[in-house]
């Protein structure tokens, strides 16, 4: 399935079908949809209002102005108010059959991307300074490491190295491989490029278009640092493990936790002590209670455990939260950050279900990252998240993010 760029035309209820403005708007709609776009003429923006409320998948919005409608200023503002809402920098153009400047209101012509008279060129013309207005506004609008991925694939730049089925070429020596890249698609094949592409930067070291796309997320997430992980969130949360514990370490560890910190803490050499968490009547586990998450009890906790004789130091060194928990409780990451403060340099928020809680008011300080600066002493704080799980990404896309402690000390 290949998504083209649609084109949004506003007429006016005003416009009779033989009037030449509606022929006019009829023509350049040809002519954009022989351009390859995809080209839709609402009859009055009442009917252009429910095709942005729909979808946001209009590349350009053209409105043509019926100096006739008394209301044209209103009715302007408001659709394009709407229509900016999720549509920050699509250009928006105005049609018109004469020069309207002196009756456009501050507010639109702000807006305003590109004025066309619909009878002072050819449609075909006309459809070409539309194409341009689209095509500049996709190239500022692709994110820097897709952006360098397309580029690569479609300027049809060739690899010597890895993967071996070179960009699906392989495939086609047999009948089950030709299968295989119709049902994909060559630019799925094309786009599987090795990490030694030197134009894709360096995941390694953190280099180039990857390091940028990095910044960008964590400047969106509200974090210090992103790193991405193509393990799901299993493989981040062992990756932050065994990073932040070393053998022998004490660690304190959510009883609730996902089998992959288990896995994580077997890698590491880690000593646990579990903090329990509540269960009610109905078997939903809860959270953690604050007062077991105090200095006195986890000192209580590695007092008795048997896993604390032979560790290198009775300090904890590490704790990990579900954040939310299984069965969706969140917690007030400000409390947990102030009792666990007291006890270690650094907590680890398993996130994996919860990347979408950045993006609504309801989960103000529910989520690792937006932790209040005002904590004294916070610790190292890291969250992994599962991009692929509540957000849109590909299989196993995963984030870890972390917050540095020295910046809230």
């Not at 005003?14 to 006019?24: R, T």
């Not at 640092?225 to 560890?253: C, K, L, P």
Request: one cysteine or more; proline letters at 5%; a neutral charge.
């Amino acid at each position: 399935m290949k998504f083209n760029h649609h084109v949004l035309f506003v007429s006016s209820a005003g416009l009779k079908e033989d009037s030449p403005a509606k022929q006019a708007l009829g023509s350049l709609k040809h002519a954009i949809t022989e351009r390859g776009f995809i080209a839709q003429i609402a009859d009055n923006i009442d009917h252009g209002i429910k095709y942005i409320k729909e979808s946001p998948k209009y590349s350009a919005v053209g409105i043509f102005w019926d100096k006739n409608n008394p209301k044209m200023n209103i009715e302007s503002e408001a659709f394009i108010s709407l229509f900016r809402k999720r549509n920050p920098t699509t250009p928006i153009i105005l049609l018109s059959e004469e020069n309207i400047t002196d009756n456009v209101s501050i507010n639109i012509l702000k807006e305003v991307s590109e004025y066309i008279y619909l009878y002072s060129e050819t449609a075909t013309f006309t459809a070409n300074r539309i194409y341009t207005l689209i095509h500049r506004y996709a190239e500022s609008l692709l994110p820097p490491y897709f952006k360098t991925l397309k580029d690569f694939t479609e300027d049809g730049d060739y690899y010597w190295d890895c993967p071996g089925h070179m960009g699906g070429m392989a495939y086609l020596k047999h009948p089950i491989g030709i299968e295989f890249i119709n049902f994909f698609g060559e630019n799925m094949m094309r786009a599987d490029i090795g990490v030694a592409t030197a134009e894709m930067g360096d995941y390694l070291i953190h280099a180039g278009p990857s390091k940028t796309s990095e910044e960008i997320a964590a400047e969106l997430f509200g974090a210090d640092w992103t790193f991405y992980g193509v393990s799901g969130s299993s493989g981040s949360n062992r990756i932050v493990a065994q990073g932040a514990i070393g053998a022998d370490e004490i660690v304190v560890v959510d009883r609730n936790c996902h089998k992959s910190l288990n896995h994580g803490l077997t890698l590491s050499q880690g000593r646990p002590v579990y903090l329990k968490p509540t269960r009610n009547g109905y078997g939903l586990i809860g959270p953690i209670p604050t007062k077991r998450l105090t200095q006195a009890s986890i000192s209580k906790l590695i007092k008795e455990s048997p896993l604390a004789e032979g560790a290198i130091s009775p300090e904890p060194t590490y704790a990990v939260v579900t954040n939310c928990t299984y069965d969706g409780f969140c917690y007030n990451v400000n409390d947990v950050v102030k009792n666990l403060a007291t006890s270690v340099p650094r907590i680890h928020f398993d996130e994996a279900w919860y990347a979408y809680a950045r993006f609504h008011p309801l989960y103000k300080n529910r989520f690792a990252m937006d932790v209040s600066e005002d904590i004294p002493n916070c610790p190292t704080l890291f969250a992994v998240q599962s991009t692929h799980k509540m957000l849109p990404s590909l299989s196993m896309a995963s984030m870890i993010h972390v917050k540095k402690a020295n910046e809230r000390r």
